[in-house]
Nanobody, 118 residues
Framework: QVQLVESGGGLVQAGGSLRLSCAASGRTFSGYYIGWFRRAPGNEREFVASIKWSGGTTNYANSVQGRFTISRDNAKNTVFLHMNNLKSEDTAVYYC???????????WGQGTQVTVSS
């Protein structure tokens, strides 16, 4: 059973940086995609970024392209989301999720709060 645990959220001023971590366990993730999503109050959950475990192919939402970077540490089974030049509109609960060969994100972490003050 896949388990995902996010950490690294917090309060930061606009223009600042944070690094989120997603520790994955429960299986080998070769062939999996790990994605970051976020949900702001009153909004739908939205895709932020993803990385393919094997090969490291990445994908980003337009709203974070150039500011956020997703990476992985295979040895630690951890995926990171490096967030730079944060804006107030980045305030949300951030979730990591895993998708297997179905490409459906069906395993989710509990989320970590990111608050950007302007």
């Amino acid at each position: 059973q896949v388990q995902l645990v996010e950490s690294g959220g917090g309060l930061v001023q606009a223009g600042g940086s944070l690094r989120l971590s997603c520790a994955a366990s429960g299986r080998t993730f070769s062939g999996y995609y790990i994605g970051w999503f976020r949900r702001a109050p009153g909004n739908e959950r939205e895709f932020v970024a993803s990385i393919k475990w094997s090969g490291g192919t990445t994908n980003y939402a337009n709203s974070v392209q150039g500011r956020f970077t997703i990476s992985r540490d295979n040895a630690k089974n951890t995926v990171f989301l490096h967030m730079n030049n944060l804006k107030s509109e980045d305030t949300a609960v951030y979730y990591c999720a895993a998708a297997g060969i179905s490409r459906v994100y069906d395993s989710w972490g509990q989320g970590t709060q990111v608050t950007v003050s302007s």
